[in-house]
């Protein structure tokens, strides 16, 4: 039967090509947003730590002795190397001629998802940089988080699984080693948070509106040793089963410091073709490491 002229016969229709561009990058970078900023003047970025040791006995001191003398712990000096992070970005001349939907100038868009791609890379190396030095054709790497806490750290049996009880655990560390200023920021992985907004004791949804740094809601939880707040699951947390990381950070500890402040600049034209690149310098300043808290070996999911 002749039923005419079709849409899936002619072949001269035109494409419906729609003038929206979607981007569902996972582009988190809560810890380069929330924490503090700070300049660094060199490329090994130095400051002084000093920590009192609360006392576990007491010797009194007689009537009318003759005072005595002892030696007191003596400030020190903790460091941390910058790192020099860059994204490179190119567009042909072609590609800025063309009709492109919905993205405006090549360039221009280039440009900005870099910027973007540059932020994630800057947040997994200061969750997750180990460092290194550096020599003539080898780049400095920044210690970062997960590898600068190491005063408090517990790692559990492989598959371990994060009970109520063993978060609260967690919060008596801080607390003896560090009192009121132990740790404020939970930082962990998908499946730990998840685990984490199943707690009942003292869990509460809140938002902090003075904190124009938060866009989401978050969590907090009011332990026996204070209020932490709970960050949305972080995707650059070490998630490898059996080993997983749950992060209590004092946050006013970690700052970044910027050696060069990330910056874009357009390279020599070498073709028909623009070159450019974003570029930051920077490390992690770490102060009272002790203050905060790692834990791992737990399951993935929680």
């Not at 800057?122 to 997960?146: C, D, T």
């Not at 740790?183 to 907004?197: A, E, H, P, Q, Y």
Request: hydrophobic content about 35%; charged content about 25%.
């Amino acid at each position: 039967m002749a039923y005419g002229l079709q849409t899936y016969q002619d072949a001269s229709r035109r494409e419906d090509l729609v003038d929206v561009l979607g981007d569902v990058t996972p582009d988190e970078t809560p810890l380069m947003t929330l924490l503090g900023k700070t300049k660094a003047s060199g490329t090994y970025h130095e400051w002084v730590e000093d920590y009192i040791t609360p006392p576990t006995s007491l010797t009194c001191t007689a009537e009318g002795a003759a005072a005595t003398y002892s030696d007191l712990t003596q400030p020190s000096r903790r460091g941390n190397v910058t790192a020099i992070i860059s994204h490179t970005f190119r567009v042909s001349g072609t590609e800025r001629a063309v009709a492109v939907p919905a993205m405006g100038d090549p360039l221009a868009y280039q440009k900005g998802k870099a910027l973007k791609e540059w932020k994630m890379k800057s947040e997994f190396a200061l969750l997750r940089g180990a460092v290194a030095s550096g020599s003539s054709g080898v780049a400095r790497q920044m210690a970062g988080i997960q590898n600068v806490v190491t005063t408090v750290v517990t790692a559990r049996s492989s598959g371990t699984s994060l009970s109520e009880s063993e978060f609260n655990d967690m919060c008596q560390e801080s607390w003896t080693e560090a009192g009121s200023n132990g740790f404020d920021l939970v930082v962990t992985t998908g499946g730990l948070k998840r685990k984490i907004s199943s707690f009942t004791a003292g869990a509460t949804k809140n938002v902090d509106a003075n904190d124009k740094r938060l866009t989401r809601p978050i969590e907090v939880y009011e332990s026996d040793f204070g209020i932490k707040k709970i960050l949305p699951a972080h995707r650059y947390v070490t998630n490898t089963a059996g080993t997983v990381h749950i992060l209590g950070l004092k946050e006013d500890t970690f700052k970044v410091a910027w050696l060069r402040p990330v910056f874009t600049e357009m390279l020599a034209k070498d073709g028909d073709r623009e070159n450019g690149q974003i570029v930051g310098e920077w490390t992690l300043q770490y102060k009272a490491e002790r203050a905060s808290v790692k834990r791992t070996g737990y399951c993935q999911t929680g």
